[in-house]
């Protein structure tokens, strides 16, 4: 059981905007800076978003970051059949001395 | 172009020790924090150790805090985790991953290497 919780599926249609949250707690998302990550079928994980809301150079704009308190989200825009992946959230945890990734959120683009 | 390739998985019997490998090329190893995540079959990320530039700062996840330890050698660009008393859960790919801070997991990741406990 992860301790960031996400949820476990998310859809949409292609040029639709869905949004994937992550909650956290204080000494997690409310202490620290969040991380998204891509995760291709059959591919290693891709760094999306870093400290809550930047994109790493050659991540498209559609894809965007955001925190507020202990909950995080996030967000694709003008959805494409290629964005179909798992994403994970991921923050540092200032008690556990250890960083937690969400239990990840599979996207389907019907 | 920033290469992670990872090795030294295979099949070992519970109880038994492995050493994983990475090796770094295309960027400057010893600026970056080094990971190792990783992901049993059909499930999702789990965080396992990161360790600093220089090897001064350690961190595990408390899974494997007394069997596994995570170390570095700047001079040959390499990675290593080494782990001991493995368990069937302990059944997973293992990716290395740098990264600039202690708080990210990675932002560059191998290919990972298929690490299976079972007798």
């Known amino acids: 059981q992860s301790v960031l919780t996400q949820p476990p599926s998310a859809s949409g249609t292609p040029g639709q905007r869905v949004t994937i949250s992550c909650s956290g707690g204080?000494?997690?998302?409310?202490?620290?800076?969040v991380y998204w990550y891509q995760q291709l079928p059959g591919a290693a994980p891709k760094l999306l978003i870093y400290?809550?809301?930047q994109r790493p150079s050659g991540v498209p704009d559609r894809f965007s970051g955001s925190k507020s308190g202990t909950s995080a989200s996030l967000a694709i825009s003008g959805l494409r059949s290629e964005d179909e992946a798992d994403y994970y959230c991921?923050?540092?945890?200032?008690?556990?001395?250890?960083?937690?990734f969400g239990g990840g959120t599979q996207l389907t683009v019907l | 172009e920033v290469q992670l390739v990872e090795s030294g998985g295979g099949l070992v019997q519970p109880g038994g020790s492995l050493r994983l490998s990475c090796a770094a090329s295309?960027?400057?190893?010893?600026?970056?924090?080094m990971n190792w995540v990783r992901q049993a079959p059909g499930k999702g990320l789990e965080w396992v150790a990161n360790?600093?530039?220089?090897?001064?700062?350690?961190y595990y996840v408390d899974s494997v805090k007394g069997r596994f330890t995570i170390s570095r050698d700047n001079a040959g660009n390499s990675l290593y985790l080494q782990m001991n008393s493995l368990r069937a859960e302990d059944t997973a790919v293992y990716y290395c991953?740098?990264?600039?801070?202690?708080?990210?997991?990675?932002?560059?990741w191998g290919q990972g290497t298929l690490v299976t406990v079972s007798s």
């Open positions: 991953a740098r990264a600039l801070y202690y708080d990210n997991a990675g932002d560059n």
């Open positions: 295309g960027f400057t190893f010893s600026s970056y924090w």
């Open positions: 360790i600093k530039q220089d090897g001064s700062e350690i």
């Open positions: 204080r000494s997690n998302i409310g202490s620290n800076y």
């Open positions: 400290s809550s809301d």
């Open positions: 991921a923050a540092w945890d200032d008690r556990l001395y250890s960083t937690l």
